[in-house]
């Protein structure tokens, strides 16, 4: 969208140490990196992969919660979830084109996401089976976003950066708007708040794997906090969702489902945390690789739209040279 005329514009040769030492300088300095500026080459696909990855879950994580704006047990609640649904499809929009200015073009990672080459987050390949499930996507997805997408804030690469500050903002409105509607099912009859402790049980592990592989798994975490694309490591900022999240569980009278979770008074450097339990991680592999139980669901619906919107895309390009031919003219 914004510059297309970037791509290939790096060249490997030309990337000795000299050049190597000047960027990381730049890093080092807090400086941000712009869309014109020389990049190594792996510092460009580090952030298109990243990016594209965020973007396509953005876009395939309103599926789930879409599945229940027909089914909204009140005006106010639909209200809420037609507006959330619509914030994550600008989410995606403002990825899709920071991503563009690294030289990709939509189409491409758009054929990557039904290709499967491109991958999205694992937490979007499980069901939303009862109305709790909106609640608690709100609370611990969104949730979990947040504290992901804080420090990327500050990510190294600018039109990263700049995007995350206002969907972080948004992503916290749904925090809270989840996080009252499963107190409000905790507060309501026993069936109410039996769904709302199954939807929690349902939901915690996977939103514990949203944070990608432990940090010893992790390929690309080292480069990425090199180059101050990633501030934290996907455990630290595990831990620090435990440590919030457990809390706020208490509060509404829901438990974990986690018979090893315990508070340890010596973690965090002496300041205290929750030990947890093991993450299941072939569960988690077996979801990133297409096997999930909604994996195939998600991408057949993307396909569809990506098909069905082929016209539009068609129609909006022809007029766009129709426009450009009559200024020409003029
Ligand atoms: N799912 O070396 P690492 C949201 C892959 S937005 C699937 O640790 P990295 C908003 C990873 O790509 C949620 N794959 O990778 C919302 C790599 O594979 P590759 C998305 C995963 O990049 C809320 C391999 O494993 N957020 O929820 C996952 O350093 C509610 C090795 O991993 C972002 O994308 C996973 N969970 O760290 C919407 C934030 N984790 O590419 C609707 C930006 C890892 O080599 C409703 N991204 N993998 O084939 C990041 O912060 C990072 O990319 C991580 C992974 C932390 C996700």
Known sequence: MY???????DDKTA??????DAFQKRIDAEEKIEPNDPMPAAYRSTLIRMIGQHAHSEIVGMLPE???ITRAPSLRRKVAL????Q???GHGLYLYSAAETLGVSREQMTEELLSGKAKYSSIFNYPTPTWADIGTIGWLVDGAAIMNQVPLCRCSYGPYARAMIRVCKEESFHQRQGYELVQNLCAGTTEQKAMAQDSLNRWWWPSLMMFGPSDTDSQHSDLSMKWKIKRFTNDELRQKFVDATVPQAKLIGLSMPDADLKWNADKNNGQGGYDFGAIDWDEFWRVVKGHGMMNKDRI???KKAWDDGAWVREAAQAYAKKQNTQVAAA
């Open 3 to 9: 510059s297309q005329g970037l791509i290939g514009a």
């Open 15 to 20: 990337e000795d140490q000299a050049f190597l």
């Open 66 to 68: 879409g599945n229940w």
């Open 82 to 85: 037609l507006a959330k649904v």
């Open 87 to 89: 914030d994550e499809g």
């Open 300 to 302: 057949k619906a993307r």
